[in-house]
């Protein structure tokens, strides 16, 4: 059984698209796509040793080995020609490394018109990348789990305009404004708030002042919201 929060990344892989899940770990994403006859066939990546080899074992398990493929590899590395990969899955890392890992290999996404994207932290620099390369977001969502948020972006190619605020919270979760959606931003302040407290009690230099008009501004924004 998929965790909440591959579960809605799931829901989001188009019927019978390929797909590369990268940062697989014990790749629970492509074994569920494939065994629920969504995805006709999967790659997943893992750059680090153990998660990869969890993924092997967990693929030979499941009897998938002739649809899914493994790969020890770094980020989009694992995608090799010929593959054509439709839809790509990224969950659970940091905002900045996602978007590390999708400016490393810019030629792996030629084929790819899919990408659904979960990061931890940060969902913010997702909306910038996305922004800057002509991909437009198609749909967002925001889950709880085990007292932790995470946002899912979906994007596919075209252009895009998004506000400031849209970019810090998603235009969809703000128009939703779900229960989830609140209590991370209401955390949030909270939390941006306490740091103001804490500069305020440090020596004013101009970087201080620069960091609070910062946190000042970031505040405004989402209380608008
Ligand atoms: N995607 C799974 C999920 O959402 O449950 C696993 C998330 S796990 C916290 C992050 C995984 O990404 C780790 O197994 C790590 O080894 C892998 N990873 C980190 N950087 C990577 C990269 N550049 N290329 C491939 N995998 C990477």
Redesign the pocket.
């Known amino acids: 059984n998929l965790?909440k929060?591959?579960e809605k990344?799931a829901s989001f892989v188009p019927k019978g698209a390929i797909v590369a899940?990268?940062?697989?770990?014990?790749a629970?994403?492509p074994c569920y796509l494939v065994h629920n006859g969504i995805s006709p066939k999967a790659i997943a990546?893992?750059?680090?040793k153990g998660?990869y080899q969890s993924a092997v074992k967990k693929v030979r398990e499941e009897g998938l080995e002739h649809l899914i493929t493994v790969r020890l590899?770094?980020?989009l590395e694992?995608i090799e020609d010929g593959d054509q990969v439709d839809a790509i899955?990224?969950?659970?890392?940091g905002g900045p490394?996602i978007v590390?890992?999708l400016e490393k290999n810019p030629d792996k996404l030629n084929s790819v018109t899919r990408l659904i994207l979960?990061p931890?932290t940060h969902a913010k620099v997702i909306r910038e990348w996305a922004l800057e390369h002509q991909w437009r977001i198609l749909d967002e969502a925001i889950v709880e789990e085990d007292q932790k948020i995470y946002e899912i972006i979906v994007l596919e190619r075209g252009p895009m305009e998004l506000s400031e605020a849209e970019i810090l919270m998603g235009k969809k979760l703000i128009q939703e404004k779900s229960e989830v959606f609140l209590k991370k931003w209401t955390h949030e302040v909270k939390h941006w708030k306490q740091v103001l407290k804490s500069l305020e009690k440090a020596e004013q230099t101009p970087e201080i002042e620069e960091k609070r008009r910062q946190i000042l501004h970031q505040i405004a924004l989402v209380e608008e919201v």
């Open positions: 965790s929060r591959l990344v899940d990268i940062g697989s770990d014990h629970y994403l990546g893992e750059v680090v998660p590899a770094d980020g694992a899955t990224i969950a659970g890392m490394l590390s890992i979960q931890n």
